[in-house]
Each structure stands twice: as structure tokens, then as C-alpha cells.
């Protein structure tokens, strides 16, 4: 060998080998010993077994000793209860218990086992909105449905601040005879509107459901908050604040903490809110996609359904790219997020007279409007300052200035503000990445602050290296309402398409979920000393309980009204246009597409009237699971029920009686069928009308329809067919299709992809 440090003698080489043996044998016994000690752990695992031929009823005794009796042995000198830790009685035919590898092994082998997986844990996907969606006290759909009273809406999150005004009783009725949930809170923090709270954190058993996050607080109260007068922060969007049905009763669920939300708590809590009697479901949570008997979330939505339940859940925050939307099972209202009509503004003034644009919450009265020497904090290249990444700017001279950062690499954009002041800059300037482009949010900072556009940015960052001298300031606007770019598709909601059912159009729809306002447990701890109990935040997280909300309205108006059928009424009535009259745009200020919005902007007052429906009875999903190639057992563990693939009607996934229509479209026609209902007048007509996408066409027979009586039923086929002349590098296409008369449109989006 060359190198002089490899070049040993024999007796040395010789040496080495046997020190090597010796050391490949102690580190292969300690490998050895963590493997076996790994198979040795105890995780907790959701247990799928038999029920045999419905022997054990949902409340006989007799099905925990079933569940306990697939528990090994060893365990019978423990406390059985320690290790099991959920018998299901409605969400799955099964159980959640603490086992090591070994034991489920060792499980497998007993008759009625079906499967068992570790536990997912899933995560949370984190005022003006009634007025925004046309909601208004006086008058119109919000004051017919009753503002939801005599629902109960069930909130799976972080707990609840039961103190907060928003979940005051003032004027609530009693909560419903069906009611038959507890309040594990002491003394009076239950009443007629938090009518329920329990703890399902396996983490924190023990613990009271109380809301140490904020997160839990602000969905419940975005969805069903009582009135609470001069609701603001920091003297921002001022106002009376309201969750959207703010007479419908909450019940709120602890499933998540300080490390997430476990999967077999998510599952105990939908199986306890089943037996509550809540209406509705909101969980602003999720994880990646996954078949959906290997899902909690869409198998406790499916049990949820099975009783009338309507469920609404986040579709995730981890847009802009495709294929990134969760919570999919079309029994599920997937909800996209997307701007108010709102702005607290915050300009950037360059020493050279241009003007940006920008949002903050934080408005300090006393800024000076002088300019201040600018500089950007990535100047040097150096791609950690750029970010302001905390201890990056120590040995940058931001005394005294206005610091630009740029948003990203996983630092939290308040966070950057504390590294500016931290430094001693006077103001920031948080300029976007290329993928957030023109979303920006109103967020509480620690200093002087503007969240501008990636293009703002450009321009500011360029203006830096033009000068010797750059100089800028800050100017504080306040609050504005009435921005007509409203609503418009955020960079960060989830887009589809659906990763296990491409054959459904996900997400849904999509609400507000950008800088709303709602109830926080306990004021905001920042230099503004401020003593507000409300807080502004954004995510997917946020537009989930406005459509839990407005659900809860249209189950108010209409109590007969199927999940499906009032998921089909908001679908159908959905806003495809902004304030402006024009499409809805995304991040890139570019129209949205229908992986971006779904079938549009949720209009409470036309769902109320949607002329006709598109409804889906529970099994009828089952020849939709079995044309996904799932297996008997698997459907099984779905439906609850007996399920033999070979013989039932399998159908491709767009053949189910869904609002909208998603397809791979190639060579051959296709042909669906769907079902409509009238909700509307006894006697009506409707005529089809096609927007057909680029590249297709599209039949539809017959072309008119009449009823004449209500809840009466019609069907009609719809033909696709490819007739080229698309870019081979556009792969998808959209368009609309639509069922009018002379006082309703129900209108379907269309989805293809080219194959």
C-alpha cells in the first residue's frame, strides 16, 4: 500500500483480524440483543378479529372477554387492563392492546384473528368568516337553519379551554334527549354548549381533556363558538366573534398531544362519539395516504356514516405539490383551505419609492415611518443567514435595520423575528420562497414585520444590490375587507390527486383557512403585552370546522338529509368564482385546478337549496371497495359486515353515484352512471349543460329530466370519449357538467387524465 498509515506488519495485520473478529462478534451480539430487545417492546397495535356471526352485541360483556382472550397468556398475572387498551364496539370488530412482535406472532395463530398493525400517529393539520360565506344574523340560511341548534357537533383535537366566552351557554337550549355523553371536567365547565369533553390521549389518561395547545379551542369554536362581542387581536379584525353554527352543542374529544394524535385513540373516540349521539364529526388531522382499512380516520368516518353522521376532515397542509392530499375515503368531505376576503396589511417602502404589499398581525402604533438602512441576511450566500435561522445573525451587522429573510428551511416564521431582534434588527421583511408565491399570512411577531409575496421579495432583494445606501420602513395599514381576490387556493393546502383512490376527485371542497380568527386558551405571550383570548392561525386545520359548521346547518334545515346527500349539496351549489366575478386563482395567482379546490368555494345558502342530489346509501361503497382489489377481510374490516368480492357487483371507482367525476381516460369510451334525487320543487325540469375538457367529449343521456314529486329518483348516463388534439405534455383536463332548470343548477366537476 501507498499510504504510510496502511502499512503494517503481519504480526500487526494479523493482530487487527482477530481484534476485528472479536469486535464484529460483540457488536453482532449487541445487534442481536437490540433486535431481540425490539421484538421484546411493547407498542401499542390495532387488532382485527372475527366477530362470530354476530354473536357479541355492541354493548354485551361478553365482547371484551372475546377481545381479551386473544391477549397471550403471559398476561394474566398483569393487569389485563393495563395492556388492553380499547375494546371497539362500533368503529372496527377488534381492539387496541400493548403488545410485543412476539405475542402477535403468537396471536396470528388463534382462530377469529384477522390482522394487526402498530398504531399510526397522525398529525394536526394546522370574526369574518360567517359574513364572508354569506351568512348573516337577520336574515337568509343562517337564521332559517336556526343557527344549527339541536345539533351536536363531536371535535377530535387537542382537548378544550372550557373557560373561553365562545363556549359560554347564553341562550343555548338544552343539548338533545339522544344525548348521552359525559363531561370528565369538574363542576360547571359543562353546560348547554360544551356539552361534552373526554380524554382519549392514551398518553395523559389520567389528565383532564384541557386544551394546553390551542389547537383543540380554536376548531371547536371556529365551528359552533357561542357570540362573543369586541372578539379581536391586537386591535385587528375587530368584530363579533361566532363559530358558523353558533346555537349547535359541542362535544370535544382529546385524541391528540404534545407527540400527535395515536390511531386506536382516534378510533376510541369516534367509537364514544358514535354512542354519544353527536350529528357531526370535525378532525383536522391526518397522515399520509394509506388503503383505508389501514386508516383509522376513514374507518371510524365509515362506522360514522353507518349511523348518520356526517364527517368533515382537513386535506392536509402539504401543498402545493399533487399527490399530497389525505383523509380521502369518499364517505369523508375532504376540505382544501383558502383565503378571506380579509387583509391585516403591512407595506414594505424602499428608499427608492416602490411599495409592497404585505400581511402581519403584529401593527405597532409607534413605528416610525422614517426609512432604515436595508439588508438582506443571505447576502453572503450563506444559506442558513438567508433563512434567519436561530444564532445565524451574531456576526451579520443587522443593528438598527431592516433585516430580509426568506421563509423556509423548516424555521418557523415568527421564529425568524426573534432572531432579527435577537441581533438587534429594528424591522423584518419575511420574503416567500418560490412554492408559497403569493401566499402570505398574518402572523403575531416579536418585531416590527411584513410577510410578502416571492415576487415582492425578488424585487426587494434585488433592490439591495442596486444601491450602496438601501433603505426601507414599514408602514401599518390595519385591517382591510373587501379584497377581491377572494377566495383564493393557499400554497400550502393539499392537492390531489388521491393517491388511494384516484378515481374520486379529492379534495372536495375548500372553506377558509387562512388567518382566521378564534378562541385561544390563554393570551398571546409577545412584546405586544397583549391580553387577547383570540388567536389567528391558518392550515387546513381551520377550514375542516367551517365545513363541520356549515354541515351542521344544513343537518339542522334538513334532519333527514343523508351524509352523502348533504355532502352532494355542498358540492353541487360550490362557488367556482372569486369576488371579483373571475375564476378562483392558487399561490401563482393561476386559475386553481380541481386537485387545488375540488368542486369549488363552499356556498352555505345554495347547499341549503341544491335542487337536486347525488345520494350513496353506506353499502353501497362495497362494490366500490371491492373494484379497488381490496380483499373479503379487508372490505370486511370496512363495512362490518360479511362481504364476498367474487359475487358482488365490483365497480370502478367512478361508477359510484359521486358529485363530481374523476377518470383515465385513454383509447376506449367511458361509461358511468349516476343517480340524482329531487330535493327541490315537485314539479321540475332540468337540462344538462357541458363544459367539456380540452381533448374530450362528453355524452349525456338523456339530456333532460323531469320530476314530479319530491325525493323522486332519476338516472343518467354520462360518455367520454378522447378526441386528441391535446398538448402530449398537458396530462390533465377539467371541466364541469351541469344539471339546470329555472331555479337550481347542480353542478358536477370533471377531472381527466390522460393515459
Given at each position: 500500500m501507498e499510504n504510510k498509515e496502511c502499512r503494517v506488519s503481519l504480526i500487526m495485520e494479523v493482530f487487527f483480524l482477530v481484534a476485528l473478529f472479536f469486535m464484529c462478534e460483540i457488536s453482532g451480539s449487541v445487534a442481536f440483543q437490540q433486535i431481540a430487545a425490539e421484538k421484546s417492546m411493547l407498542k401499542t397495535y390495532i387488532v382485527h378479529v372475527n366477530d362470530p356471526v354476530g354473536k357479541f352485541s355492541a354493548q354485551s360483556e361478553a365482547l371484551e372477554s372475546w377481545y381479551q382472550s386473544f391477549l397471550p397468556a403471559s398476561t394474566e398475572s398483569e393487569n389485563q387492563q393495563q395492556r388492553l387498551l380499547y375494546s371497539y364496539r362500533h368503529v372496527i370488530s377488534g381492539f387496541a392492546a400493548r403488545l410485543t412482535e412476539e405475542e402477535v406472532k403468537a396471536m396470528e395463530k388463534k382462530d377469529g384473528f384477522v390482522s394487526a398493525t402498530p398504531e399510526?400517529?397522525?398529525?394536526?393539520?394546522?370574526?369574518?368568516?360567517?359574513?364572508?360565506?354569506?351568512l348573516h344574523n337577520r336574515s337568509g340560511f343562517w337564521k332559517g337553519s336556526n343557527f344549527g341548534e339541536g345539533v351536536i357537533i363531536g371535535i377530535l383535537d387537542t382537548g378544550v379551554y372550557p373557560q373561553h366566552p365562545s363556549f359560554s351557554d347564553e341562550g343555548m337550549p338544552l343539548p338533545p334527549a339522544k344525548w348521552t355523553g359525559t363531561c370528565e371536567f369538574n363542576g360547571t365547565a359543562c353546560n348547554n354548549k360544551l356539552i361534552g369533553a373526554r380524554n382519549f390521549d392514551s398518553l395523559t389518561p389520567k389528565q383532564l381533556p384541557i386544551d394546553v395547545e390551542g389547537h383543540g379551542t380554536h376548531t371547536a369554536s371556529t365551528a359552533a363558538g357561542n357570540y362573543v362581542k369586541h372578539a379581536n387581536i391586537y386591535g385587528n379584525a375587530k368584530g363579533t366573534a361566532a363559530g358558523i353554527a353558533p346555537r349547535a352543542h359541542v362535544a370535544v374529544y382529546k385524541v391528540c398531544g404534545l407527540l400527535g394524535c395515536g390511531g386506536s385513540d382516534i378510533l376510541a373516540a369516534y367509537d364514544a362519539a358514535i354512542e354519544d349521539g353527536v350529528d357531526v364529526l370535525s378532525l383536522s388531522l391526518g397522515g399520509e395516504s394509506s388503503p383505508f382499512y389501514d386508516d383509522p380516520v376513514a374507518l371510524g368516518a365509515f362506522a360514522a356514516i353507518r349511523k348518520g353522521i356526517f364527517v368533515s376532515c382537513s386535506a392536509g397542509n402539504s401543498g402545493p405539490a399533487h399527490f399530497t392530499v389525505a383523509n380521502e375515503a369518499p364517505w369523508i368531505l375532504t376540505v382544501a383551505a383558502s383565503t378571506l376576503d380579509r387583509s391585516i396589511t403591512a407595506t414594505a417602502k424602499l428608499g427608492n419609492t416602490e411599495e409592497f404589499d404585505g400581511e402581519s398581525l403584529y401593527q405597532p402604533r409607534n413605528f416610525s415611518s422614517k426609512l432604515l438602512p436595508l439588508v438582506y441576511a443571505g447576502a453572503n450566500g450563506d444559506q442558513t443567514s438567508a433563512y434567519c435561522a436561530p444564532g445565524s445573525l451574531k456576526n451579520l451587522d443587522v443593528k438598527g435595520k431592516v433585516v430580509v429573510c426568506d421563509r423556509g428551511g423548516d424555521i418557523g416564521r415568527t421564529e425568524k423575528g426573534v432572531e432579527v431582534k435577537n441581533a438587534g434588527g429594528a424591522a423584518m421583511i419575511l420574503a416567500n420562497s418560490i412554492n408559497d408565491s403569493f401566499s402570505t399570512f398574518a402572523d403575531p411577531h416579536v418585531l416590527p414585520a411584513t410577510h410578502v409575496s416571492y415576487a415582492a421579495g425578488l424585487k426587494i432583494k434585488a433592490y439591495t444590490k442596486s444601491t450602496s445606501n438601501p433603505s426601507?420602513?414599514?408602514?401599518?395599514?390595519?385591517?382591510?375587507?373587501?379584497?377581491?381576490?377572494?377566495?383564493?387556493?393557499?400554497?400550502?393546502?393539499s392537492r390531489g390527486p388521491s393517491i388511494a383512490s384516484p378515481g374520486i376527485l379529492k379534495p372536495d371542497i375548500t372553506g377558509p383557512g387562512v388567518s382566521i380568527l378564534a378562541a385561544w386558551p390563554a393570551p398571546l405571550l409577545n412584546v405586544t403585552g397583549s391580553k387577547s383570548t383570540f388567536n389567528m392561525i391558518s392550515g387546513t386545520s381551520m377550514s375542516c370546522p367551517h365545513l363541520s359548521g356549515v354541515a351542521a346547518l344544513l343537518k339542522s334545515a334538513h334532519p333527514n338529509w343523508s351524509p352523502a346527500a348533504i355532502k352532494s349539496a355542498i358540492l353541487t351549489t360550490a362557488d367556482t368564482l372569486n369576488l371579483k366575478d373571475e375564476p378562483i386563482l392558487d399561490d401563482k395567482h393561476m386559475p386553481a385546478d380541481l386537485f387545488a379546490i375540488g368542486a369549488g368555494h363552499v356556498n352555505p345558502s345554495k347547499a341549503n337549496d341544491p335542487g337536486l342530489i347525488y345520494d350513496i346509501e353506506p353499502y353501497d361503497y362495497i362494490p366500490y371497495l371491492c373494484g379497488l382489489g381490496y380483499t373479503n377481510a379487508q372490505v370486511e374490516a370496512i363495512v362490518l359486515r360479511k362481504v364476498n368480492c367474487s359475487k358482488e357487483s365490483s365497480i370502478p371507482e367512478a361508477e359510484l353515484n359521486y358529485p363530481s367525476f374523476s377518470i383515465a381516460l385513454g383509447s376506449k369510451d367511458l361509461k358511468f352512471k349516476r343517480v340524482v334525487t329531487n330535493v327541490g320543487k315537485p314539479h321540475s325540469s332540468y337540462a344538462v349543460s357541458i363544459n367539456a375538457p380540452e381533448g374530450v367529449d362528453v355524452v349525456v343521456k338523456p339530456t333532460k329530466i323531469h320530476f314530479n314529486k319530491v325525493y323522486q329518483k332519476k338516472s343518467y348516463t354520462v360518455i367520454f370519449r378522447s378526441i386528441g388534439g391535446v398538448d402530449s405534455r398537458n396530462r390533465y383536463a377539467q371541466g364541469f357538467l351541469k344539471w339546470v332548470s329555472a331555479t337550481h343548477s347542480a353542478k358536477s366537476p370533471i377531472s381527466v387524465t390522460f393515459e
Open positions: 399510526k400517529i397522525y398529525h394536526l393539520h394546522t370574526t369574518r368568516t360567517p359574513g364572508f360565506l354569506g426601507a420602513t414599514i408602514l401599518f395599514k390595519g385591517t382591510n375587507v373587501g379584497v377581491t381576490s377572494a377566495p383564493q387556493i393557499t400554497s400550502f393546502s
